[in-house]
């Protein structure tokens, strides 16, 4: 039998740009040479020794959702098979706070900057449900999948004025990744009706499994920042994470499968049956990336950005280190943790109407991921306060 295959999301979150932060949002994620607001903490810790004094930010991104439904999507002689799969897409959160402490300049800018931050780039779900028809017996088997991946950093910044044209900064998240993946299966073949009892079946087979992955990984996250204005008119970024370093990474196994085989009559019912409950060692990588910005301001009240960010490879491995006696039954659990590299570019403009107002108009093509083609409906919303326009070197 054929079953769909849902989208490859497995860690794909860490694979494209994130939308985080008012302004970022607005200029595509081209913000590496911005970092004009607090949410520099995640996209150059260095922008935080070039802003106000004192900021605090807060945002909430509802990306999009998808459900599909697909009747007698495949079919065979007296079988037919409906498939319903539903996915809640990423559904980012963003708070921040920044404080300037130690000297001040002749413009009463304080040199170091002091920032906490709080980010969920990851909330999402999604499941697929297979219902399958046989007839002339009308039994009906049924396969449920389900998953909910959740990732919060909180986070710890510093910054730095080196000069009047650079500055530096790090930022040291603290990773917690919560992954449950679940899945449940009910097949019922062969059998003779009973005429007096419709619903009861003489000498049908039975397969019932059911498999519940929990996961938890703790990880440090380090992203390194650099700014440097090359004119007045021109700023360039560049920000540096390392791979994320485990600190504890586990998954908890619970499967349980119940075989009943009836196919020969002339034998005994056979029953099979198997039982695992145990935590093991979990692999949930998170990949280097690097990221590198442009800012440019070709007059008073026009500012260009330009963002090539690239998400280095993952080694081939599993995800879930079980003994070789112990094998997984999931079908849409994907146990490899490999990675291809992949890259991203954002272009934006802003244009200044007033000097406290600016709109925006950006592009950002995304590297695109493996998908069936199938018709769904997406519904995608952005919320996100609108921010103060970044400084122009021409006032």
């Not at 969920?120 to 009308?138: M, R, T």
């Not at 006696?325 to 943790?337: A, H, K, P």
């Not at 950006?362 to 083609?373: D, E, G, K, N, V």
């Amino acid at each position: 039998m054929v079953l769909p295959q849902p989208s490859a999301r497995a860690d794909d979150t860490h694979y494209r740009a994130i939308p985080i932060g008012a302004r970022a949002i607005g200029l595509a994620g081209a913000f590496t040479g911005v970092a004009s607001d607090v949410s520099a903490a995640y996209f150059n810790p260095a922008g935080l020794a070039l802003n106000q004094n004192l900021g605090i930010a807060a945002g909430l991104t509802i990306n999009a959702w998808d459900r599909l439904k697909l009747d007698d999507f495949y079919q065979q002689p007296d079988t037919d098979v409906t498939a319903s799969t539903k996915t809640n897409r990423t559904v980012p959160v963003f708070v921040g706070a920044v404080v300037k402490i130690g000297p001040s300049d002749d413009d009463g800018n304080k040199r170091y900057a002091l920032a906490i931050s709080f980010v969920e780039p990851i909330f999402s779900g999604g499941g697929v449900f297979l219902k399958i028809e046989q007839e002339p017996l009308d039994l009906s088997d049924s396969y449920r999948f389900t998953e909910l991946d959740q990732a919060r950093f909180y986070g710890l910044s510093f910054a730095a004025r080196i000069n009047s044209k650079q500055s530096v900064g790090v930022s040291l998240y603290t990773s917690v990744r919560r992954l449950n993946h679940s899945e449940t299966g009910l097949t019922l073949g062969g059998g003779t009706e009973v005429p007096a009892d419709p619903g009861t079946y003489l000498g049908a087979s039975t397969v019932a499994n059911t498999e519940t992955l929990s996961f938890k990984a703790y990880h440090f996250v380090l992203r390194f920042g650099w700014l440097y204005q090359i004119k007045p008119q021109v700023q360039l970024g560049l920000m540096v994470q390392p791979p994320g370093i485990p600190l504890r990474q586990r998954v908890n196994v619970f499967s349980q499968e119940f075989i009943n085989d009836n196919r020969d009559p002339s034998t005994p019912v056979t029953t099979t049956a198997s039982f695992i409950d145990t935590e093991s060692k979990a692999r949930l990588p998170l990949p280097a990336e690097i990221e590198a910005g442009l800012q440019y301001w070709p007059a008073e009240r026009v500012m260009l950005a330009f963002d090539a960010s690239f998400h280095a490879p993952v080694r081939e491995g599993q995800r879930i280190d079980l003994p070789p006696d112990i094998s997984l039954g999931s079908i849409y659990f994907d146990d490899q943790t490999k990675r291809l590299a992949t890259g991203n570019v954002a272009i934006a403009g802003d244009f200044r109407e007033r000097r406290r107002s600016a709109c925006s108009l950006a592009f950002s093509p995304t590297c695109p991921r493996r998908r069936r083609s199938r018709k769904t409906q997406t519904s995608t919303t952005n919320l996100a306060s609108t921010g103060s326009a970044p400084r122009s070197p021409w006032f």
